[in-house]
């Protein structure tokens, strides 16, 4: 609390980011869903191809080669296509473009009760009301719970996060159906993992309310660049337009935009490290079942994983930490009982098990 800081700066709680070690420290880092795979080698060679001296100059403010690299990707048009500063800028101006503020009483921006923590942040720091809504059994998202119910929009997490479950398409096409006055948001940070799930940018053309969110930081392993995207109406891509431009026009610097155009436009190397991602993933879940975890069936590139008793999720996280190998673990009501382990390389994975198998036996004999 600071007399210097206004009140909504007292008041809000900030999002808090998983730890990131040191530079140079040695961890086995599966704690914030990172890509464990160097990013596509073509973003190695559009950097040595770089002119410094163009840094001089502004960047293209709609990240103009992103933007056709990414509709290209994504099989859609240049003018569906927002680019911004990672997606979580992307999801914070969805936040200002289209939901109302919370003085309107009925109209809440209704989101899982279990999803993306920085939903709710941004709801209090835009001041748009936001109402949770429960899971169902298993961390299932059940769409009947986002149709009849009044709201200024909807916002999913598909795979959800931490849960790791994928929502099937038709259920989101009931949402969309059934709320044509609300602007419905799909993050789909994680769809690149989920493997029988076809995106929702599917749907785009056939629903105006729709934006789809994605990232540049999980499969294409860019998180240190800051780059996402939205995919929507043309509509809906000029409201961003018009709030970016009253906040930062020019957010993907120069350097941002040669290298993630580039790895979007390697589509082998995109299929080919998701795809080892998913198989290693499978194998661990399939380990971690053998050793007594239980889990929802997951779509993304981690696991959400219950240690088997007498072992507590909060001491295994603090075990491996002080082993160097880092998870995630939240200490709240609903998820306190389960650990977000990230699919790191196989070689980092077969480690993480071997600590995990040591750690059971140690809490059987203690
Ligand atoms: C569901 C979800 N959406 C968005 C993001 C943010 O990604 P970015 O690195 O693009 O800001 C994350 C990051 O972990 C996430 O889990």
């Known amino acids: 609390m600071s007399n210097y800081w206004n009140k909504k700066i007292n008041s809000i709680e900030p999002y808090v ?45 709609d990240a103009m080669a992103i933007k056709e690299a990414a509709a ?21 101006l969805v936040w200002q473009t289209y939901w109302e503020k919370e003085y309107d009483q009925d109209k809440a921006v209704l989101v899982p009760e279990i999803s993306y923590s920085f939903y709710p942040v941004y709801s209090d720091f835009y001041s748009v009301r936001c109402r949770k809504v429960p899971l169902r059994d298993g961390f299932a998202i059940d769409a009947a719970d ?9 916002a999913i997490a598909n795979p959800n996060a931490p849960t790791s479950r994928v929502m099937p398409l038709e259920d989101i096409e009931k949402i969309l159906k059934a709320n044509p006055d609300s602007v ?17 940018v599917s749907l785009i053309g056939k629903y105006k309310n729709l934006i789809v969110v994605k990232t540049m930081s999980k499969a294409y392993s860019l998180a240190g660049l800051r780059v996402g995207y939205a995919i929507g109406d ?56 053998t050793l007594g975890f239980t889990m929802p069936e997951s779509g993304a590139n981690f696991l959400f994983a219950k240690p088997p008793v007498p072992l507590k999720a909060e001491t295994l996280y603090k075990n491996l930490k002080a082993k160097g190998i880092l998870v995630r673990y939240f200490n709240k009501p609903l998820i306190g009982d389960y650990l977000r382990i990230t699919i790191g390389t196989d070689d980092e994975m077969d480690e993480f098990i071997r600590n995990v198998r040591e750690e059971i036996d140690n809490a059987k004999n203690s």
């Open 184 to 200: 419905v948001m799909i993050d789909e940070a994680y769809q690149a993992f989920a493997e029988d799930y076809v995106s929702a």
């Open 234 to 289: 043309k509509e809906l891509i000029e409201g961003l337009l018009r709030a970016r431009d009253s906040f930062n026009s020019y957010p993907v610097d120069r350097l941002a935009q040669v290298i993630a155009a580039a790895a979007l436009d390697d589509r082998s190397y995109y299929e080919e490290t998701r795809k080892k991602i998913i198989a290693t993933r499978k194998r661990i879940a399939e380990e971690l079942k």
């Open 72 to 92: 290209r990707a994504e099989g859609v048009a240049p003018e569906n296509i927002f680019v911004g500063n990672g997606s979580d800028e992307v999801l914070a």
């Open 17 to 61: 980011a998983g730890e990131q070690p040191a530079e140079g420290v040695r961890v086995i880092k599966l704690n914030t869903n990172e890509n464990p795979y160097p990013p596509s080698p073509a973003c190695q060679k559009a950097l040595e191809g770089f002119d410094i001296a163009s840094l001089r100059l502004y960047p293209n403010t």
């Open 146 to 154: 986002y149709i009849g119910v009044p709201n200024c929009g909807i």
